[in-house]
């Protein structure tokens, strides 16, 4: 293993710092090396990326497309865009990183001290950023023609290139947290991930901390490979009618989500200066108003790979295939391991953590029996997938090393990027649905 060493600079641009960086091979380095040219700094959600390489790839091949190549936003909108989104869940860590990106690109530094000073144009994202971050399934396709009507209207392939923007860096958002990253070096504050990480985490180890968020009382990895066994020899053909009944018996666990200090800590001024409405969060879509207008989507009428893909495409070249590419990466990607045991098939669990997302956020795959989620994830898993997924702010570095113990550091990382690329499928879904709607 190498080692590569970046070198940040401080707030005031003028002392440097050398942070060493583990790579696995040479293809990562090379990626790093080119991350850190790129963007001046190689930020620690890079380098927990960089465990898996062909990952890697993909993410920073789709982030250069959205934010620095040719595309109908200015790039200066791009940035504030992706502040906006952050501000959904609080994540000040990508708010610092893209506020000084919107400066380096000569953004007017007024449009930083909150919504109230920025264009209108931008200022008419707010109710779509609040719905697509929360309860997508709220979007139509007045939401799409009210952002392309009027004095300050949107292009449709502007709308695109900005609804791609929000769903990338809300998922994000939730990467971030999910995995326990807090500052960068040169943040007030800052301090290197690899200082509040233990190697003995790559083991299986485990901190002894106080008052874990998630219990890990379950089985484990020994449990759930037996699990993964029995479904195997004992999968039988299940009807439609089954099928239904299986998605609306999945079970999502009704989280205890007193706000903590660090929560409390994240809302303060700098943060709600980019949000409006900070009291819209998640709602579980089986308690949404309207059930009968807001019916369940299902994944064969609209899915991705026959309609998202190709939309997407056509409105802002390349991105479909980009984000095609990284959405087959994270769903296939295995190395048939688990912990410590080898030659293990893990697609049945992979798949279940991806729908199970996709359920959360109302949408179903005819073709999966969700019976599959409730006996392969347990219930502290469950509690940890929805928390990433839907409150991601509320998630800190304690529940990210308490939850899956036995799973070696690169495994965790893995299942986080598994949550980030379902959650922004879901976003996408309908989003680029209510647009398809809007021009047909």
Not at 17 to 23: I, Q
Not at 86 to 103: D, N, P, V
Not at 113 to 122: A, D, M, R, S, T
Not at 358 to 363: A, V
């Amino acid at each position: 293993m190498g080692v590569l060493k970046a070198v940040v600079t401080d707030q005031n641009h003028n002392e440097q710092k050398v942070v060493p960086v583990e790579t696995t091979d040479e293809e990562t380095k090379a990626l790093f090396v080119e991350a850190f040219i790129a963007n001046n700094r190689l930020d620690y959600s890079t380098q927990l990326m960089g465990y898996h390489g062909k990952y890697l790839e993909c993410f920073l091949k789709t982030q250069n497309h959205l934010m620095r190549a040719d595309g109908p936003l200015p790039f200066t909108f791009r940035h504030y865009i992706a502040i906006m989104a952050a501000g959904r869940h609080k994540c000040s860590y990508l708010i610092r990183l893209q506020a000084t990106e919107f400066l380096l690109q000569g953004g007017d530094a007024d449009w930083l001290k909150g919504l109230e000073y920025i264009p209108q144009k931008l200022r008419d994202l707010s109710e779509i950023n609040k719905l697509l971050a929360h309860r997508p399934w709220l979007i139509n396709k007045n939401h799409i023609e009210k952002l392309t009507k009027g004095s300050n209207n949107w292009s449709v392939s502007e709308v695109t290139q900005a609804l791609i923007i929000l769903s990338h860096f809300h998922t994000l958002s939730g990467f971030i947290f999910g995995c326990g990253i807090s500052s960068e070096i040169d943040d007030d504050l800052g301090h290197t991930y690899h200082q509040s990480y233990d190697d003995s985490y790559e083991n299986g180890c485990h901190s002894d901390d106080d008052e874990q968020s998630f219990d890990c009382t379950d089985g484990g990895i020994e449990a759930l490979l037996e699990r993964m066994k029995q479904l195997t020899e004992t999968r039988e053909e299940t009807t439609h009618e089954e099928m239904l009944k299986g998605f609306d018996k999945v079970e999502s666990p009704n989280l205890d989500l007193s706000s903590s200090n660090e929560v409390l800590n994240a809302t303060k001024a700098d943060i709600l200066r980019y949000v409006d409405e900070p009291d819209f969060t998640y709602q579980d879509f089986a308690k949404r108003l309207n059930c009968q207008e807001i019916a369940t989507f299902r994944a064969q009428d609209y899915s991705w790979e026959d309609h998202g893909f190709s939309l997407a495409n056509r409105l802002y070249p390349e991105i479909g295939s980009l984000l095609d590419e990284k959405f087959r990466v994270a769903y296939n990607m295995t190395y048939n391991t688990m912990g410590d045991t080898r030659d293990v098939d893990t697609t049945a669990f992979r798949r279940a953590i991806w729908n199970y997302i996709h359920c959360m956020y109302g949408i179903r795959h005819d073709d999966y029996n969700y019976a599959e989620v409730n006996q392969l994830l347990e219930r502290n898993l469950k509690a940890y997938v929805k928390t990433v997924t839907c409150y991601p702010e509320q998630v800190s570095r304690k529940d990210y090393d308490s939850v899956m113990r036995e799973f070696k550091h690169s495994e965790k990382v893995h299942v986080n990027l598994m949550m980030l690329e379902a959650r922004l499928q879901a976003e996408l879904l309908y989003s680029l649905r209510a647009v398809m709607r809007y021009m047909t």
